[in-house]
C-alpha cells in the first residue's frame, strides 16, 4: 500500500491538522506544535513492505509531542527508526535526549511518551510491529532514544537499506518486501547487538578502574573510622549502587574490603611490635570498638590480637 500527503493545496489554516492527521494515520499519533502555523508545508510519502512500514517526511520546523494521554486514547505497539538525512532532530523520550544531525540513526518506542523539535529537511521513518524487533533482540528497548552504530560501518549500511527501501517498486511480489523488510530489521538488530556488546565492554573497563581507585582509597584512608560505603561513593563521585555493583560482581562488598584492609594492618602492627596495646592497634588501623575489632580478628587469623601480640 503507497501513502502520499502534502500541504501543497491545503488551505493554509487547515495545515497543521491535516498534518497531524498524516503522520497519525502512517506511523505515530502526536500533538503537533507549529511556531508558523499557516505558513507550515511538509510531506509524507512511502508504502508498506512486509508488516513494516517506510517513509519520507519532509518539512518545516515544528514539534511533535506524544503524551501519555494520547497513549491511552492511541494505544499502539510499535517501534519507529528514524534516520536523518538532512537537517536535525532533538529528540527526547525515556529520560534521554539526543541531538540527531544528518546520518544519525535513533529508535523511538510507540508506547512511551516522546518529544520530537523537527528542524529537519529529509527524515527517513521505518515502522514495525515491537514483535517484530523484540523477537529478534529482546534487549532493544535498552537502546530507545540513542544514537544507533553511531560513527560506525553498520550506519552507512542501516541508511542504504532505508534509502533503498523507499525505492522499493510498490507493485514488487508482497514476499520479496515482506523478505526486503526482514533482512532490513535483522541488520538493525546485528547493529544494536554490537552496540551493546560494545558498551558493555567500555562500561567493563570503567567498572575495572573504579574498582582500582575504590582500592587505592580504602588503602590509604582505611585508619579513619568514618570510612564506609557512602564516603567511599562520594569521595569517588559515584551512586552507593554503582559502587556496590562493582564490588559484587567480585564477590565481595566494600565494607569487606575496608574490613580486610584494617586488619591486615593491625596484624602487621601487633606481630612486628609497633604497638605496645591491643586498644592502640585497634584504634590506630580504624576501628572504632574493640569487641568488634577482637572478634574480626580471632575468626581471620585465628587467634587473638593479644596472643598475636605476646607472640611477637
Request: proline share 3%; net charge negative; charged share 25%.
Amino acid at each position: 500500500m503507497e501513502f502520499h500527503y502534502s500541504t501543497d493545496g491545503i488551505v493554509a489554516r487547515q495545515r497543521p491538522e491535516f498534518w497531524n492527521d498524516a503522520v497519525a494515520a502512517q506511523f505515530m499519533p502526536a500533538d503537533g506544535r507549529f511556531s508558523e502555523a499557516e505558513e507550515f508545508e511538509g510531506s509524507l510519502h512511502g508504502h508498506t513492505i512486509g508488516n513494516a512500514s517506510i517513509g519520507r517526511f519532509s518539512a518545516l520546523h515544528h514539534c511533535f509531542e506524544r503524551t501519555d494521554r494520547r497513549i491511552r486514547r492511541d494505544s499502539l505497539d510499535d517501534f519507529v527508526l528514524l534516520f536523518v538525512e538532512s537537517g536535525t532532530t532533538l529528540s527526547s523520550q525515556q529520560g534521554r535526549e539526543v541531538m540527531l544531525h544528518a546520518g544519525d540513526i535513533t529508535l523511538n518506542d510507540s508506547g512511551r511518551p516522546f518529544i520530537h523539535d523537527l528542524n529537519t529537511s529529509s527524515l527517513l521513518l521505518l515502522r514495525m510491529p515491537r514483535a517484530m524487533l523484540l523477537s529478534r533482540f529482546a534487549r532493544a528497548e535498552s537502546l530507545v532514544n540513542v544514537k544507533i552504530a553511531e560513527n560506525q560501518p553498520m550506519a552507512l549500511l542501516l541508511a542504504q537499506m532505508m534509502k533503498e527501501a523507499i525505492r522499493l517498486d510498490p507493485n514488487a511480489p508482497s514476499a520479496a518486501r515482506a523478505r526486503y523488510a526482514s533482512a532490513l530489521v535483522d541488520t538493525l538488530t546485528a547493529a544494536m547487538e554490537i552496540q551493546l556488546q560494545h558498551e558493555g565492554a567500555t562500561s567493563a573497563c570503567r567498572h575495572d578502574q573504579l574498582y582500582k581507585q575504590a582500592l587505592e582509597y580504602i588503602d590509604t584512608h582505611f585508619d579513619d573510622d568514618e570510612l564506609c560505603i557512602d564516603t567511599l561513593a562520594n569521595e569517588l563521585h559515584v551512586s552507593e549502587r554503582t559502587l556496590s555493583r562493582v564490588f559484587a560482581v567480585r564477590g565481595t562488598t566494600a565494607m569487606q574490603q575496608i574490613w580486610r584492609r584494617r586488619l591486615e594492618a593491625s596484624y602487621a602492627v601487633l606481630s612486628e611490635g609497633k604497638v605496645r596495646q591491643v586498644t592502640q592497634a585497634a584504634y590506630q588501623c580504624g576501628f572504632a570498638d574493640l569487641s568488634h575489632f577482637c572478634r574480626l580478628f580471632k575468626k581471620v587469623y585465628g587467634a587473638s590480637p593479644s596472643t598475636v601480640l605476646k607472640a611477637r
